[in-house]
T-cell receptor
Framework: NAGVTQTPKFRILKIGQSMTLQCTQD?????MYWYRQDPGMGLKLIYY???????DKGEVPNGYNVSRSTTEDFPLRLELAAPSQTSVYFC?????????????FGPGTRLTVL | DAKTTQPTSMDCAEGRAANLPCNHS???????VYWYRQIHSQGPQYIIH???NNETNEMASLIITEDRKSSTLILPHATLRDTAVYYC????????????????FGPGTSLSVIP
């Protein structure tokens, strides 16, 4: 199993540009998450999904959109990039909704908006 | 939602036990305590979790006080590779009454293992 994979690893955007961060997991996990981590800070939840076709907002959803058309994929869309979105983005997944499930994280995407 | 407080940073000598404390005084009866760590520039890694009883696995031990208001993560023989930020997390219930893995990460404890 590859676990959770994210692409790209690095990206530089200009203000106002759009992009999609890709996340794929091969563990047949129902639950998937997007976090962002600003320098020296903890992780903040952007969006999450409890299954294909179901998504919901986390702590900091503004400026982002998600979709979940398959169990495996959970892309994160930035429509109008702003410097405040410069961050490291982590995707994670976990198994069915047993409360003791651990989350598996991807390697992250480092995004800079100039 | 139960919140956690951890020291900002700690040092530990290589080969000694690292004891990382966490306070979660508002924890609810059905909330678990989780520990994750994040080695520089990598995604967080699950370490251990517990509800009431002490837990041990191949990575660490988790000691939870009887009143569940605090816990300690123990790395029995710290190595240089254990240098990381350690997050103590209490699970929160999801919206619409659905329980799921909505994990809120605080700033954590930066552990430095010193040769």
């Amino acid at each position: 199993n590859a676990g959770v994979t994210q692409t790209p690893k690095f990206r530089i955007l200009k203000i106002g540009q759009s992009m999609t961060l890709q996340c794929t997991q091969d563990m047949n996990h129902n639950y998937m998450y997007w976090y962002r981590q600003d320098p020296g800070m903890g992780l903040k939840l952007i969006y999450y999904s409890v299954g294909a076709g179901i998504t919901d907002k986390g702590e900091v959803p503004n400026g982002y959109n998600v979709s979940r058309s398959t169990t495996e994929d959970f892309p994160l869309r930035l429509e109008l990039a702003a410097p405040s979105q410069t961050s490291v983005y982590f995707c994670a997944s976990s198994g069915r909704g047993r409360i003791y499930n651990e989350q598996f994280f991807g390697p992250g995407t480092r995004l800079t908006v100039l | 939602d139960a919140k956690t407080t951890q020291p900002t940073s700690m040092d530990c000598a290589e080969g000694r036990a690292a004891n990382l404390p966490c306070n979660h005084s508002t924890i609810s009866g059905n909330e678990y305590v989780y520990w994750y760590r994040q080695i520089h520039s990598q995604g967080p890694q699950y370490i251990i979790h517990g509800l009431k009883n002490n837990e041990t696995n191949e990575m660490a031990s988790l000691i939870i006080t009887e009143d569940r208001k605090s816990s300690t993560l123990i790395l029995p023989h710290a190595t240089l590779r254990d240098t990381a930020v350690y997050y103590c997390i209490v699970r929160v219930a999801g919206a619409r009454g659905t329980s799921y893995d909505k994990v809120i990460f605080g700033p954590g404890t930066s552990l430095s293992v010193i040769p």
